[in-house]
């Protein structure tokens, strides 16, 4: 069994200032791991993903995440946010193994990232 | 590319009615769709898994007669949820996966209100 906690319930930044949100996860098997966005009333839209390769996984509008096996950990980073990037993320957890759970995917919490002035 | 739509983006129905939500995928196949509720601030918690051709596979406490899926091809996947009650009231948002591995790629959601 599969699961993804997002330490962080909500994010308070200001404009320009650097934000992490944290993401930690546990599985049996090799993991494929993602960041999902999700604005108001809207579906999801995909961030980044790791599927393998290298750990630090650049992807959309300035983020980038860092895969590190031994600390089961997939935090998501901006050097300097906008007020357009204030929305829910959630991280997302999918196994390897094939069969019936093959490409299901376990979501966190979400963590609400509010970008003031 | 990995577009994928759902018809209707909201409806608002009476109790005991149907309401059918259509899932496409856009520019690829989807041999897997999968569908998701979403309750007010709360996570996505996945319903059902669909393969095309085959009948879907339910997440535990799920009412298979009730939401009823059809996978019937490769960019179509329909949730009917049948007899609904203002309990069933939630945002309904669908993913579909291309035969290579790794993404899913959602819709914009559905908001189902039902009174």
């Known amino acids: 069994a599969q699961s993804v906690t997002q330490l962080d319930s909500q994010v308070p930044v200001f404009e320009e200032a650097p934000v992490e949100l944290r993401c930690n996860y546990s599985?049996?098997?090799?993991?494929?791991l993602f960041w999902y966005v999700q604005y108001p009333n809207q579906g999801l839209q995909l961030l980044l993903k790791?599927?393998?390769?290298?750990?630090l996984v650049k992807g959309i509008n300035g983020f980038e995440a860092e895969f590190n096996k031994s600390q089961t950990s997939f935090h998501l980073r901006k050097p300097s946010v906008h007020i357009s990037d204030t929305a829910e993320y959630f991280c997302?957890?999918?196994?390897?193994?094939?069969?019936?759970?093959?490409?299901?995917?376990?979501f966190g919490q979400g963590t609400i990232l509010t970008v003031h002035p | 590319g990995a577009v994928v739509s759902q018809h209707p983006s909201w409806v608002i129905c009476k109790s005991g009615t149907s309401v059918k939500i259509e899932c496409r995928s856009l520019?690829?196949?989807?041999?897997?769709m999968f569908w998701y509720r979403q309750f007010p601030k709360q996570s996505l918690m996945l319903m059902a898994t669909?393969?095309?051709?085959?009948?879907?596979?339910?997440e535990q406490g799920v009412e298979k007669d009730k939401f009823l899926i059809n996978h019937a091809s490769l960019t179509l996947s329909t949730l009917t949820v049948t007899s609904a009650h203002p309990e069933d009231s939630s945002f309904y948002i669908c993913?579909?996966?291309?035969?290579?591995?790794?993404?899913?790629?959602f819709g914009p959601g559905t908001r189902l209100t039902v009174l």
């Open positions: 993913s579909a996966s291309p035969p290579t591995r790794g993404t899913q790629y």
């Open positions: 599985s049996s098997v090799s993991v494929y």
């Open positions: 790791y599927l393998s390769g290298s750990t």
């Open positions: 997302a957890v999918s196994d390897d193994a094939g069969g019936t759970s093959y490409g299901k995917l376990t």
């Open positions: 520019d690829f196949q989807a041999t897997t």
């Open positions: 669909s393969n095309e051709g085959s009948k879907a596979t339910y």
